[in-house]
């Protein structure tokens, strides 16, 4: 059944990630993500786009990604900070940060530095930039660069690793699902109903990011789903040193929509 909520917070969550780093494995990246938005936010399926460098989603109001990766086995991925006190309506829009990456060549640092002199051009973010040797996220809310050390990272609307209750399961999830002896295909699955977990953190354990209660409760599952808002696409993206495979799931309202699977081989 939809839930139906109050008036509209003006800066809600757009991702949720999880993902294991470790970069001496032959699959230093393991990458598990939902994209939350409002449903009447129109955006295109996970493709290559146009200029044959992306292979992103797309949102089509603003042009810019959430999630994305290149032939070069680069990837991108971007959350929003939740505080709606510090919501500017002027900002450039952040998907733009995902697609600027994957379209050039600068290392994850070089990029960074870059940003930081322009971050303060949007709305509060967090990045996570992956340039095929090393692995950064940078928060614009503090300025701060983030270094991760092996081992299963996750990042919603605050800084990364924050425990908010969604975070800590999924991230306990990844860790037991991997230590399990699944085929390809098992693991894929098993971490994809990790993203699917619908259930709410209790009150007490809400976080405080000055949006409504009936929203922090909504927006504490890792699936959110909504008459309004909600998550609209699942993604698994595994790096590899031959390849990279990037699966997106779709939903309307809490219904699949379709799926896409796509793979490349790195020379």
């Not at 044959?52 to 959430?66: E, T, Y």
Request: one cysteine or more.
């Amino acid at each position: 059944m939809a839930v139906f909520l109050p008036a509209k917070p003006q800066n809600t969550g757009m991702c949720l990630i999880a993902f294991n780093w470790d970069p001496t494995a032959d699959t230093p990246l393991l990458l598990l993500a939902n994209r939350d938005e409002f449903h009447a936010r129109p955006a295109a399926a996970l493709a290559w786009w146009d200029d044959g460098k992306v292979l992103a989603g797309r949102d089509l109001r603003a042009g810019g990604g959430w999630l994305g990766v290149n032939r070069a086995g680069r990837l991108a991925a971007l959350t929003n900070y939740r505080d709606p006190s510090r919501s500017k309506p002027d900002a450039l829009s952040r998907g733009g940060l995902v697609s600027g990456f994957l379209q050039g060549n600068e290392s994850a640092a070089d990029y960074i530095a870059r940003l930081r002199a322009e971050a303060d051009r949007y709305n509060d973010f967090n990045l996570l930039l992956y340039d095929g040797r090393r692995l950064l996220g940078y928060e614009s809310r503090f300025d701060c660069v983030v270094r991760f050390g092996s081992g299963v990272h996750a990042v919603s609307n605050a800084r990364f690793d924050t425990p908010w209750p969604k975070l800590e399961k999924l991230k306990a999830g990844l860790r037991q699902e991997m230590s399990r002896a699944h085929a390809a295909a098992e693991l894929d699955k098993a971490l994809f109903q990790l993203l699917l977990d619908p259930s709410l953190a209790a009150d007490e354990h809400l976080p405080r990011t000055g949006v409504p209660l009936e929203w922090e409760r909504l927006l504490s599952a890792a699936f959110i789903r909504s008459a309004d808002y909600g998550t609209r696409a699942a993604s698994l993206v595994r790096v590899s040193r031959q390849g990279l495979s990037f699966t997106e799931r779709r939903f309307e309202q809490g219904e699949p929509t379709g799926e896409t699977s796509l793979q490349i081989l790195l020379s």
